[in-house]
């Protein structure tokens, strides 16, 4: 990948105009004073899922909008086979404006991938009902798959590298939507998944009926239902966004160049690594909180809570990504000859959104997870039984701000 496309971050940590001691103890804070001020004043859950919001009269385009998709996508296919070999569009298309930009698209406007996905064009004539035990595994899978391209890869850029990825997604959701309908684009598209549980947080939803409404995020987040592969589908986003962190750092970047599994090899182990950590210990919690609580199954009803948690990162970790080298990708795949400004954006205003992001994403996901522990727990035990998620909010908390920071 480009050195653009690489730049994730601002700097080091001696660039950054926040104080790593004030971050900490600003977003432990936070914590706190959150978790205190719930277990006290909220007693009983006030959020109603897809039942909730006021409905609105609102008709998104769906054909002329994905036959567009379309066509942008069949751009940048033509851009990454035949453009030029220097300063070529197309994986600024594919990394920064599609995959970063569905962030803020989907917290504003919903599930916008939905309205967006050319696959959504073909007709919904399932040849068989979805298996359920199938759930987002197909997702998590994806998900990992894109990830592991875009962080690993020898060559992420590289039009092969791209091509192949595309070519094999593509093969899989047609093959997917042709058996099982748009059923299977609900849960075994990743790009779908990742948008629409990002749209989760967005004040524009559906009712259960289909109605469009405007509600809480809280409301829209207590909407996503447990599935098998829930968990796994954002422990892979919050995985993903750790290792890109931690593989910035100079004893990781070393140790790729002089490990004895290469650089390709340790990249692989590495991103696993991160993303079975982050499920093994949000797996501990939340069993620790069900031997608290005495309620058992809870992993997956809580899965709903890491949500703003993987969003915080992804807008951390990918803010000054989108503002700088997006414009830049927009300029090139428009013909334009153009640099990126690294000062587009001042390191302060970066540094601010990064912190924010990260504290209000963990705020966000504890009340969540507070309104779940007082429907689903015994009254008597539904403070106690979320001490265990509000560990698992601080380590996650720390973690992020470190390999931020």
Not at 74 to 97: E, F
Not at 99 to 108: D, R, Y
Not at 162 to 191: K, M, N, S, V
Request: aromatic share 8%.
């Amino acid at each position: 990948m480009t050195a653009g496309v690489l730049a994730h971050g601002i700097g080091t940590r001696s660039d950054l105009p926040i104080p790593l001691f004030y971050a900490y103890a600003g977003a432990f804070a936070a914590l706190v004073v959150s978790f205190l001020a719930l277990g006290l004043l909220w007693a009983d859950s006030r959020f109603r899922g897809d039942r909730a919001g006021l409905v609105i009269p609102l008709r998104l385009p769906g054909r002329p909008a994905r036959v567009l998709t379309l066509l942008a996508a069949v751009y940048t296919i033509g851009l990454l086979v035949a453009g030029p070999a220097d300063g070529n569009a197309g994986p600024y298309l594919v990394y920064v404006l599609f995959w970063v930009g569905l962030v803020p698209a989907s917290l504003l406007l919903g599930p916008v991938w939905r309205a967006l996905s050319p696959f959504r064009l073909l007709p919904d004539r399932p040849r068989r009902p979805l298996p359920r035990r199938l759930g987002y595994w197909p997702a998590a899978a994806g998900l990992l798959a894109f990830t592991w391209t875009e962080l690993v890869a020898p060559e992420p850029a590289a039009p092969f590298t791209l091509l192949t990825f595309c070519a094999l997604y593509a093969a899989i959701q047609l093959a997917g939507t042709l058996g099982y309908g748009h059923a299977w684009l609900e849960r075994g598209d990743p790009f779908e998944v990742y948008s629409t549980l990002i749209g989760h947080l967005s004040p524009l939803g559906r009712k259960a009926n289909g109605d469009r409404v405007l509600r809480s995020p809280f409301d829209g987040l207590d909407a996503i239902q447990p599935a098998p592969g829930l968990v796994a589908t954002v422990c892979v986003l919050l995985g993903g966004t750790a290792y890109d962190g931690f593989s910035g750092t100079p004893a990781w970047v070393n140790a790729l160049q002089s490990g004895p599994l290469g650089r390709t090899g340790l990249g692989t182990l590495g991103l696993l690594v991160a993303v079975a950590g982050v499920a093994l210990l949000y797996a501990a919690c939340l069993g620790a909180a069900g031997l608290i609580g005495g309620t058992r199954g809870l992993t997956a009803r809580f899965a709903h809570s890491l949500v703003p948690i993987a969003t915080g990162y992804l807008i951390a970790h990918y803010f000054s990504l989108l503002v700088i080298e997006g414009r830049h990708g927009l300029l090139l795949a428009l013909g334009v000859a153009a640099q990126p400004d690294p000062n587009a954006v001042e390191p302060a205003t970066i540094a601010v959104v990064q912190v924010l992001a990260i504290v209000v994403g963990h705020v966000v996901g504890v009340v969540a997870a507070h309104d779940r522990s007082v429907r689903l727990l015994p009254p008597g035990r539904a403070v106690a039984g979320q001490i265990p998620l509000f560990v698992l909010m601080v380590c996650y908390t720390i973690g992020g701000l470190t390999l931020l920071l």
